[in-house]
């Protein structure tokens, strides 16, 4: 490995407690992210009483809309200054947004409710939703702006993620195996569980974490000054990648039912099974890919990550039915390189904030994070693509693996085993001569502490 050099000034490494606080809000974000397009869909189309058609055209529409909202959410962090911290204030503007949301989302609504009902709050809870993420992602930012303590902040962002979505996906099956309510039951409880969990945890993060100022001149609105990070080599990279990287698991999840009830004729409990040891397996290997970062950078453990689960998902998905335990297994293993890919693009394109703000002067990180996540949100846009073209072959979403033609069932198992591997590879090999490196970003942040202990000094004198 090349030696690098230590910054001028280092940041008090952040203690497990710390990073477990700040990490905690990632609970109740978490069970929005699986909640939205995993359960309310469903849970709309059968308890509401609304057409799947219209259903699907909401979710649609607002996630479209809501791509448009993040560009301009990072804007606005970057222009806040306050004695809080930059990020912080928006943690807490979006915690009672979220909490009336979840409420009227999961709580109140009743059968019948209509159209506008659903795209209204949904409108709202994804703004709000926008908004929470965003401004921990910034956070996390600034919390350790050393490389390889970066990679530690986003990992524990990531494992409290993947237990966020671990805990939502059980609870509505919790409720209905005990005997406490029927499934309807179980998405209200799950929508209380997240009305509770957002001020207990927001609420301690922000007693216990620190934000730390960065210095930097206020971004300027020019479209062409925005425009202009487009250029930049990193973020093209970080974007495709990124893409390449939403397109690929947005696809598994949306044909994993299909998949495994037609081809491998496991039942939607099963099916469902199969997805949460996957998660579960990302949480395990989370610490690991986050360890292996920070030995050979975070480029090349990236695309070290993107390629060995392009390689674990075939194999996985190429098992043949009939051997739940088998498949269980194969799934777990392939899970486990799952989380490297969102906690480590995040990381970068932090890294790459700082590169900015050493190059022109202005703090742009906000903005650079909400690029990113809108890339996300594209490409879980792009993963529903494999719908018209089964349609278009005339696939059925039909229980069983009888009712389709064996034109429709091969061209399930392409699009759901091939094209999600062939994707993961690519968003490895994007990553080659990544120009941002480990010793070149301890550089930057040499250069960028000593400017501002040299501005903090003026502003003194």
């Known amino acids: ?123 709202f809870l994804y703004l709000g939703f926008s908004i929470g993420t965003l401004g921990q992602l910034g956070w996390a930012a600034v919390l350790a702006p050393q490389y390889d303590q970066r990679s530690r902040v986003y990992g524990w962002w990531q494992v409290f993620n993947i237990i966020g979505v671990v805990l939502i996906l059980v609870l509505p099956t919790v409720v209905v195996q005990t005997g406490i309510g029927t499934y309807a039951d179980g998405v209200r409880i799950m929508g209380w569980a997240i009305v509770i969990a957002l001020p207990v945890t927001i609420g301690l993060a922000m007693v216990a974490v620190p934000e730390p100022v960065t210095t930097g001149g206020q971004p300027h609105g020019s479209l062409g000054a925005y425009l202009s990070l487009f250029k930049k080599p990193v973020v093209r990279k970080l974007l495709l990648s990124d893409l390449l990287l939403g397109v690929a698991p947005g696809i598994t999840g949306s044909l994993l039912f299909f998949f495994f009830g037609q081809i491998r004729g496991y039942d939607h409990t099963q099916a469902g099974l199969f997805m949460l040891f996957y998660f579960v397996a990302g949480l395990c290997g989370a610490p690991f890919w986050a360890w292996y970062a920070t030995r050979v950078g975070k480029d090349r453990g990236l695309a070290v990550a993107s390629v060995v689960s392009a390689v674990l998902y075939v194999c996985a998905t190429l098992v043949p039915g009939g051997n739940f335990v088998l498949t269980a297994v194969v799934m777990f293993i392939a899970g486990l390189p799952y989380a490297a890919g969102l906690f480590l693009t995040r990381a970068m394109m932090a890294d790459a904030g700082d590169e900015e703000r050493f190059e022109t002067g202005v703090d742009r990180t906000g903005l650079m994070l909400s690029i990113l996540s809108a890339t996300t949100k594209i490409g879980h846009v792009v993963a529903l693509i494999p719908y018209f073209i089964l349609d278009r072959v005339g696939f059925r979403a039909v229980p069983g693996p009888a009712g389709n033609s064996d034109m429709a069932l091969l061209t399930l198992q392409i699009l759901f085993i091939a094209v999600p591997g062939v994707l993961l590879v690519l968003a490895g090999v994007v990553l080659k001569n990544y120009p941002l490196t480990a010793k070149r970003h301890d550089e930057i942040r040499a250069a960028l502490e000593a400017r501002d202990a040299g501005a903090q000094a003026g502003a003194r004198a």
């Open 1 to 123: 490995m090349t030696a690098r050099s230590a910054p001028a000034r280092a940041t008090p490494r952040r203690s497990n407690a710390v990073l477990a606080a700040f990490s905690g809000p990632c609970l109740p974000l978490a069970a929005f992210g699986v909640a939205l397009p995993v359960t309310l869909p469903e849970f709309y189309a059968t308890f509401v009483g609304l057409e799947l058609g219209v259903v699907a055209a909401v979710f649609m529409a607002v996630r479209l809309i809501d791509i448009v909202f993040d560009p301009f959410i990072g804007w606005g962090m970057d222009r806040t200054k306050t004695r809080f911290g930059r990020y912080r204030p928006w943690m807490a503007l979006s915690t009672p947004m979220l909490m009336l949301a979840a409420y009227m989302m999961f709580v109140a609504v009743q059968p019948g409710a209509p159209p506008i009902y659903l795209f209204g709050w949904l409108l």
